[in-house]
C-alpha cells in the first residue's frame, strides 16, 4: 500500500462546464438533477483516482451514500458550474468527499455558491465488482480525524437502518386508472418513470453510475411537487440518498414517487428506485436506491409562494405509511398516519437564497 499522505498533498478536482439550454427544466432554471449528475462525476473521480494510488487491482469508486444536498442559489442558462470535490476523510474501505458547485457569470463575473454536498464512495475491483477494495488512508490531524470517524460511524449506521426497510418486499406500482381523482391527495400526485438501462448510464462495470439514477429521482419529484401545487417548482434539498443495491446494465428501473408531508412552504417527496433485469428468467423486483426531496413552489416572479395542504390520506396499494395513534391533528402531518423521517421547512429570503427556518 502506498504511503500516507497529508490532507494538503492529496488530490483535488474541479469540473467546470457552461450550462445550455438542454440543462434546463421547464422554468428556464438549470435542473436540479444535472447539478447532482455533475456532483456525482467530480466525487467519482477524485475517489477513482485517490483509490488507485495504490499497488493492487484497479478499481473504480462506487457511490453508496450521499448526505443531505442543499440547493441555496438556482443556476441559469449560460452560467458555468464549477464544481470542486475535495476527500475529507478515509476509512479502510470508504472514503469521504465533499463538493461545493459555485455557479459564475462570465459576463459579470459574479460568483455564488450554488450547492454543496457529502459523498461517501467504496473501491470495487475491475476483476471482481463484488470485491471491496482497500482505501490508501490520507492523514489528518486528531480533531479532524475524531470528528471524521464520528461522520463515518453515523452514515454507515444510516445505511444499515435504512436498508432493514427497504428490503421488504417491494409493492406493486399503481395503475393511472387506479390512481385517486381527487386534488391534493398523495395519490393524485404519485408519479413513476421507467427506464431501460443503457451503455451511456453505465460506468466501466457496467452499472449505472450513482448521477444518472439521481437525475431520474429528481425529474420524478419534480412532477410530484409540480401535479400537487399546479406551479412551477425547485429543489430546495435532498435528505440522504442510500445505494442499497447496485443496478446493472440492461435492467428496467421504475422510479416512483409520492407526497409524505406538506408545510405551507414546502414539500417533502419520498422517492424509491426499484430494478428488474430485462432478461433474467426470474423477473425478481429489488429496492436500489431510495431518498427524501424538499420542493418549494414559486410564483410567476420566482417566489416561494404557499403550498396546497395535504387533504386526508386514502389508501393505495403501493403507498405504505404507519398508523400513528398519537397522531396530533395540528402538527400538519398526514391525518392518522407518519413518517419516520425529520422534515425542514424552507422558504426564499428577498435575495432569493433558499435557506433552512
Known sequence: MSAMKAPDEASSLQLCRIMRP??????????????????EEAGCIISTRHCNTQNEDRCL?????????EFLYPLF???????????????????????KVMGENILTGAKKLVNRAVLWYVPCSLQNVDKIMEVPPIKFDAEQEEEGLKRYEAQKTARLKTKEVVDEVVPPPTK??????????????????????GPSDCTLHDYVHGGVTMKLMDEVAGIVAARHCNTNIVTASVDAINFHRKIKKGCVVTVAGRLTFASNKSMEIEVVVDACSLVDTEKVSYRAVSAFFT???????????PVPPLKEMRWNTSIQLTPDDNHN?????????????DIN??????????TVV
Request: overall charge negative.
Open 22 to 39: 438542454d440543462d434546463a427544466n421547464i422554468v428556464g432554471n438549470v435542473h436540479g438533477g444535472n447539478i447532482l449528475k455533475m456532483i
Open 61 to 69: 469508486a462506487a457511490l453508496v451514500r450521499v448526505e443531505k444536498t
Open 77 to 99: 442558462i449560460g452560467e458555468v458550474a464549477h464544481a470542486t470535490a475535495e476527500i475529507t476523510y478515509t476509512s479502510p474501505h470508504s472514503l469521504e468527499v465533499q463538493v
Open 176 to 197: 393511472p386508472e387506479d390512481a385517486p381523482k381527487e386534488k391534493y391527495t398523495v395519490g393524485f400526485s404519485q408519479s413513476s418513470l421507467i427506464h431501460l438501462v
Open 295 to 305: 420542493f418549494i413552489s414559486l410564483d410567476k416572479y420566482g417566489k416561494a409562494q
Open 329 to 341: 391533528d395540528t402538527d400538519g402531518k398526514l391525518d392518522g398516519w407518519k413518517c419516520d423521517n
Open 345 to 354: 421547512l424552507l422558504c426564499e429570503l428577498d435575495d432569493g437564497k433558499y
